[in-house]
């Protein structure tokens, strides 16, 4: 009986890791799936030099909202922590105390450092003439109720992921897109033009509007948590926890953030013809590293909830079949994008295609960093935060002197170069320390294979591209009349897909256990299960 009961306790928890998952990697790509929307709109309707400005705008908002993070430090990750925990363990008055005092912290921070802002944006206006025009600078106060809504957002959706609500946090990732979109799209319809400052207004007000449904939200849940005493319910306990806890989380985040941003800048500054280019490498890229982050936020929250209870096995179930189908996930997306990387590009403006060498490189640059979501995972749920700080500031000593060496000496593509071999070698140390600090046993096999398998993959098909499927494709799409598709490889594509998929099935990457975990997770009284149930029991069938 009491196996029985731990069996359908196991089963629970991966349908709620299985569920938040889904909304979290529907929520991530559901982002990217309307950036690329808004970044077609905008790169149709207004100039590459405006879009330039536009982009670089809004990474000096996003410079100080990582700065913003700082204080309290790292109360993302806390929140994510400690809310399931607490819940976990029924400790409602902690909960609501740790709530509260998070909110009062941040806004005791909030509040100066966007005052600070303005003034910066107002008197210190040369600090922003290296990249903007002075008659830009009024974009900068524009976007500037984005440093309170994105500051206040990262605490709304945290407790909210920490109760495993990540339904409601897609929900509102599709109103805000659909009202920046239907406003940007409505207002060029009725004026036929398309300034800077109508973008930035249009995005912060689609921004505030999901804002404030979130804090509403939120703010009824809060009401609705019951303690049974009436102490005081803010504690410096809490506070402290938040601080000790966070800090180096937001130190190591910090770190990794802003080495994107410097990226942004140095390029804009060094190499400013290929600022878009180099943006629009980082955005195509999210493709596939999203399949990886859309693990990060449920395995943080369902790790905390088993170290609370002293579940270790059910970590080391998950972390390796996590970091498994993770891993194929994205190589497989890599493949597909790198063929489709023209097409991408044509979509946007024949002006585009010369970037195709940039988004090609920089797809390469995450294949061995495929290790840090599920290991960042580990330690919060360990209670080990300074380990990613540690790893962070590494990564960057690694990193950033020879991006930089190589951006001003040789250019943009070796500096591409230069990122994927520090990130590959970034990314070995990442697995050395999941095994050495995580003290979990990796299973390398299948992930070697799965790198190998890949490579093959690719290789094989650019060579049958060169000898015959090119030629093959534009005779398809001549007599088809769809000139549109000259840059999309459907031929090459279904190739790679059917070659990786067909080497790691025949190699036995998949697992007969993989499959059983699996199958666990699914009800059968639901007609999506129940399709998956069969896929699951065809593929045993295969292995059998």
Same mark, same amino acid.
């Given at each position: 009986?009491?196996?029985?009961?731990?069996?359908?306790?196991?089963?629970?928890?991966?349908?709620?890791?299985?569920?938040?998952?889904?909304?979290?990697?529907?929520?991530?790509?559901?982002?990217?799936?309307?950036?690329?929307?808004? #970044?077609?709109?905008?790169?149709?309707?207004?100039?590459?030099?405006?879009?330039?400005?536009?982009?670089?705008?809004?990474?000096?908002?996003?410079?100080? #909202?990582?700065?913003?993070?700082?204080?309290?430090?790292?109360?993302?990750?806390?929140?994510?922590?400690?809310?399931?925990?607490?819940?976990?363990?029924?400790?409602?008055?902690?909960?609501?105390?740790?709530?509260?005092?998070?909110?009062?912290?941040?806004?005791?921070?909030?509040?100066?450092?966007?005052?600070?802002?303005?003034?910066?944006?107002?008197?210190?206006?040369?600090?922003?003439?290296?990249?903007?025009?002075?008659?830009?600078?009024?974009?900068?106060?524009?976007?500037?109720?984005?440093?309170?809504?994105?500051?206040?957002?990262?605490?709304?959706?945290?407790?909210?992921?920490?109760?495993?609500?990540?339904?409601?946090?897609?929900?509102?990732?599709?109103?805000?897109?659909?009202?920046?979109?239907?406003?940007?799209?409505?207002?060029?319809?009725?004026?036929?033009?398309?300034?800077?400052?109508?973008?930035?207004?249009?995005?912060?007000?689609?921004?505030?509007?999901?804002?404030?449904?979130?804090?509403?939200?939120?703010?009824?849940?809060?009401?609705?948590?019951?303690?049974?005493?009436?102490?005081?319910?803010?504690?410096?306990?809490?506070?402290?926890?938040?601080?000790?806890?966070?800090?180096?989380?937001? %130190?190591?985040?910090?770190?990794?953030?802003?080495?994107?941003?410097?990226?942004?800048?140095?390029?804009?500054?060094?190499?400013?013809?290929?600022?878009? %280019?180099?943006?629009?490498?980082?955005?195509?890229?999210?493709?596939?590293?999203?399949?990886?982050?859309?693990?990060?936020?449920?395995?943080?929250?369902?790790?905390?909830?088993?170290?609370?209870?002293?579940?270790?096995?059910?970590?080391?179930?998950?972390?390796?079949?996590?970091?498994?189908?993770?891993?194929?996930?994205?190589?497989?997306?890599?493949?597909?994008?790198?063929?489709? #990387?023209?097409?991408?590009?044509?979509?946007?403006?024949?002006?585009?295609?010369?970037?195709?060498?940039?988004?090609?490189?920089?797809?390469?640059?995450?294949?061995?960093?495929?290790?840090?979501?599920?290991?960042?995972?580990?330690?919060?749920?360990?209670?080990?935060?300074?380990?990613?700080?540690?790893?962070?500031?590494?990564?960057?000593?690694?990193?950033?002197?020879?991006?930089?060496?190589?951006?001003?000496?040789?250019?943009?593509?070796?500096?591409?170069?230069?990122?994927?071999?520090?990130?590959?070698?970034?990314?070995?140390?990442?697995?050395?320390? #999941?095994?050495?600090?995580?003290?979990?046993?990796?299973?390398?096999?299948?992930?070697?294979?799965?790198?190998?398998?890949?490579?093959?993959?690719?290789?094989?098909?650019?060579?049958?591209?060169?000898?015959?499927?090119?030629?093959?494709?534009?005779?398809?799409?001549?007599?088809?009349?769809?000139?549109?598709?000259?840059?999309?490889?459907?031929?090459?594509?279904?190739?790679?897909?059917?070659?990786?998929?067909?080497?790691?099935?025949?190699?036995?990457?998949?697992?007969?256990?993989?499959?059983?975990?699996?199958?666990?997770?699914?009800?059968?009284?639901?007609?999506?299960?129940?399709?998956?149930?069969?896929?699951?029991?065809?593929?045993?069938?295969?292995?059998?």
């Amino acid at each position: 009986m009491k196996e029985d009961n731990f069996n359908q306790e196991t089963f629970s928890d991966h349908r709620t890791l299985v569920r938040s998952s889904f909304y979290s990697f529907l929520s991530i790509y559901g982002n990217f799936f309307f950036n690329l929307i808004i #970044t077609f709109l905008i790169a149709r309707l207004i100039s590459p030099e405006s879009w330039i400005i536009l982009i670089i705008a809004n990474s000096y908002i996003l410079i100080i #909202t990582l700065i913003l993070t700082f204080f309290p430090p790292g109360l993302q990750q806390t929140l994510r922590y400690y809310v399931p925990r607490y819940q976990s363990l029924n400790q409602t008055q902690n909960l609501k105390s740790l709530l509260k005092s998070a909110f009062i912290t941040k806004m005791l921070f909030l509040i100066p450092i966007f005052i600070i802002s303005l003034l910066i944006f107002n008197f210190f206006q040369n600090i922003f003439l290296l990249n903007l025009n002075p008659e830009d600078i009024n974009l900068l106060f524009l976007l500037s109720p984005l440093i309170i809504i994105n500051g206040l957002e990262l605490y709304l959706n945290s407790f909210n992921e920490g109760l495993n609500n990540f339904k409601f946090i897609f929900l509102l990732l599709v109103l805000k897109n659909l009202l920046y979109i239907g406003l940007l799209i409505s207002f060029f319809f009725i004026t036929g033009n398309l300034g800077l400052e109508n973008i930035a207004i249009f995005n912060v007000v689609s921004y505030a509007i999901a804002f404030f449904i979130n804090l509403l939200f939120v703010l009824k849940k809060y009401l609705k948590i019951k303690i049974d005493n009436k102490t005081p319910i803010f504690h410096n306990d809490e506070l402290m926890k938040i601080l000790k806890y966070g800090a180096p989380v937001r %130190g190591g985040r910090f770190l990794s953030d802003i080495w994107g941003e410097i990226q942004i800048q140095s390029i804009g500054a060094l190499e400013p013809l290929f600022t878009t %280019g180099f943006y629009l490498a980082k955005t195509y890229l999210a493709v596939s590293t999203n399949a990886l982050n859309s693990f990060s936020s449920p395995l943080t929250v369902s790790f905390s909830r088993f170290m609370a209870k002293d579940e270790k096995e059910k970590i080391k179930a998950i972390y390796n079949l996590i970091l498994k189908y993770s891993l194929f996930t994205f190589l497989l997306l890599t493949g597909i994008l790198f063929l489709a #990387t023209d097409f991408f590009l044509y979509i946007l403006g024949e002006d585009y295609l010369q970037f195709s060498i940039i988004l090609k490189i920089y797809l390469f640059s995450y294949l061995f960093l495929s290790f840090a979501a599920p290991f960042d995972a580990l330690m919060l749920a360990e209670h080990k935060p300074k380990m990613i700080l540690y790893i962070r500031f590494l990564g960057l000593v690694l990193r950033l002197p020879l991006f930089l060496f190589l951006l001003v000496w040789f250019g943009i593509i070796p500096a591409l170069i230069g990122i994927i071999i520090s990130n590959s070698v970034f990314g070995f140390f990442y697995l050395f320390f #999941t095994i050495k600090w995580g003290k979990l046993h990796i299973e390398l096999k299948p992930l070697i294979v799965l790198y190998i398998t890949f490579a093959l993959s690719l290789i094989l098909v650019l060579i049958l591209q060169m000898l015959f499927l090119e030629e093959l494709e534009i005779l398809l799409f001549d007599f088809l009349h769809l000139s549109i598709l000259k840059n999309f490889y459907p031929l090459s594509i279904l190739t790679f897909f059917c070659i990786f998929a067909f080497l790691n099935l025949i190699l036995k990457i998949i697992t007969i256990q993989d499959i059983e975990n699996l199958r666990s997770i699914f009800h059968k009284q639901k007609l999506l299960n129940k399709v998956l149930l069969k896929i699951l029991n065809i593929l045993k069938r295969i292995h059998g």
